[in-house]
């Protein structure tokens, strides 16, 4: 079945088979929205699963979340208005002086796989450049990311940056990173904090009242 397809081409991290396998799954006329939650969202749930049992690491994460992009681009066009309901818009981005992107990249990349909305800001995004992106985007959610304990501040900074603007109480913060703990997260006033990708869309979800 083609749907179980696309499943183990995302699961195994076979890009091209994820792709060739939505498109079979649209051809034999299983709609978009199927294929994606069924398919590729159904995925990616087993590989945060997987990944938090020890039984699957950062690159394989990685490999996966590519594919389930793959899969995504061929969806994309097919998805009518109304089939897939986004579990929430998602502002992302690794804080001011700080430019590591892989961590990042894969909370975006994990969160999409459970359906969220990914705005990327990118590495090294100041405070305003944050509380802009809330504006424009008016996100349920904004994540940020921190390698270095040096750029940590960045994040009481960009807290400090979206109350002062009035924005504060629109959105959720979550942060996240190797040398942050919930303590630290705490202290600065975030919603939530989340030790790696995987928790990081639970923790989203959690934090919108749909986990």
Do not use: W
Request: charged residues 20%; glycine residues 10%.
């Amino acid at each position: 079945m083609s749907l179980e397809a696309v499943y183990q081409a995302v699961l195994e991290g076979d890009a091209s088979e994820a792709a060739s396998q939505s498109k079979a799954a649209l051809d034999a006329g299983i709609p978009a929205g199927d294929v994606l939650q069924k398919g590729c969202i159904a995925a990616m749930g087993e590989v945060g699963r997987l990944f938090e049992e020890g039984e699957m690491f950062v690159p394989e994460m990685l490999i996966a979340a590519r594919a389930m992009q793959a899969a995504m681009n061929i969806l994309k066009p097919h998805l009518a208005e109304g089939e897939f309901t986004s579990a929430g818009k998602v502002v992302v981005g690794t804080v001011a002086g700080d430019l590591h992107d892989i961590g990042k990249n894969l909370v975006g990349m994990m969160m999409e796989g459970a359906g969220f909305e990914i705005v990327d800001l990118g590495t090294d995004v100041s405070p305003v450049a944050f509380v802009n992106a809330v504006r424009e985007h008016r996100p349920a959610i904004v994540g940020m990311s921190a390698l270095l304990t040096t750029t940590m501040p960045s994040m009481s900074a960009t807290i400090e940056a979206l109350t002062e603007a009035g924005l504060r109480d629109r959105v959720k913060v979550l942060v996240g990173g190797a040398p942050l703990t919930q303590a630290f997260a705490d202290k600065i006033g975030a919603d939530g904090f989340a030790p790696d990708a995987s928790s990081a869309a639970r923790a989203a979800k959690a934090l919108l009242g749909s986990a």
